[in-house]
């Protein structure tokens, strides 16, 4: 990326400099489009909860930046190989979440490839003065996150064969499955400092993105971290995913660990997610009305530490 020109135009508000969800160009006084793309393997085995999951993934980074996501296009990688009832199963299972988003898919393109693929390209709108960046955060900002981590850990189990409860897989697919409609809807309304989802970077690797977008530290707590049931239990029985070996060689000269930080836990938060929360920075003042906004849209959020101004691109993860 960094062979890449710079792009260079007034319009453009937010482009690949700072690692953010998406790209916003200004359109209009008070329009900008905002646009994003994502593809990837499926996490689950049932073709059309992993088509729900996708979009739900896809849609996200449009939520991430407080946007309206508007039309999508779908981007399959497929082979002969696999039966086409896969296919169209896929397709069927983003467009019940594009209808739920209120977002038209309009097209999209395929791809020959080994491994299924499928993602979305995503165009949204957004106000050019209600953009919601991962370079904002400020010092004392709490971090709220509104979703559970571990879903790489349950997709390795599934993929292994591995015995699972009921419980985790209830509630991996609920989460994975849950548009961050409400909870963009909720941050937008309060005016929080900063935003991100938690996806492939892991939460390690996308609060990485934001303090070093914001030139801040941060400090998160693994007590206060909200975790798919058993997932942990799965970690310590030797069920670890391969995202966590890609995030940890990226982002571990990051971080620094408190003692006894539980191993588990070390490992759950540089473990990738599909279809992750979004990670929030909001300030004091305003975090009681945050709360109250997310209550009131259901979203079980958990306060899982603070922005501070030491240590500035470094994480320090505390118990």
Known sequence: MDKLPKIRDRRIIVGFNTADDAGVFQISRNKAIVQTVDVFAPAIDDPYLFGQIAACNSL???YAMGGKPLLAMNVVGF???????????????????????????????????EQVMFGLAVTGFIHPKKIITNANAKPNDYLILTKPLGVEIFSYALLRNIKISDKLYKSAVKSMTTLNDKASEAMVKVGVSSAT????????????????????????????????PDVLDLIKSGIIGAGYGMNFSSFSNYVVFEDRIDEAYKI????????????????????????????????????????VKDHPCTIFVRK
Do not use: C
């Open 197 to 228: 989802d938690i996806t492939g970077f892991g939460l390690i690797g996308h609060l990485y993105e934001m303090i070093k977008a914001s030139k801040v530290g941060a400090e998160i707590y693994a007590s206060n971290l909200p975790v798919l």
């Open 79 to 113: 082979h002969p190989k696999y039966p086409l009832d896969w296919f169209s199963k896929m397709l069927l299972g983003a467009q019940k979440k594009a209808k739920e988003a209120n977002t038209f898919i309009v097209g999209g393109h395929t791809f020959v490839s």
């Open 60 to 62: 996200s980074d449009i």
């Open 268 to 307: 759950l938060i540089f473990s990738s997610e599909t279809s992750g929360g979004l990670l929030i920075s909001v300030s004091e003042k305003k975090l009681p009305k945050l709360k109250k906004e997310l209550r009131k849209n259901k979203i079980n959020y958990k306060i899982i530490g603070r922005i």
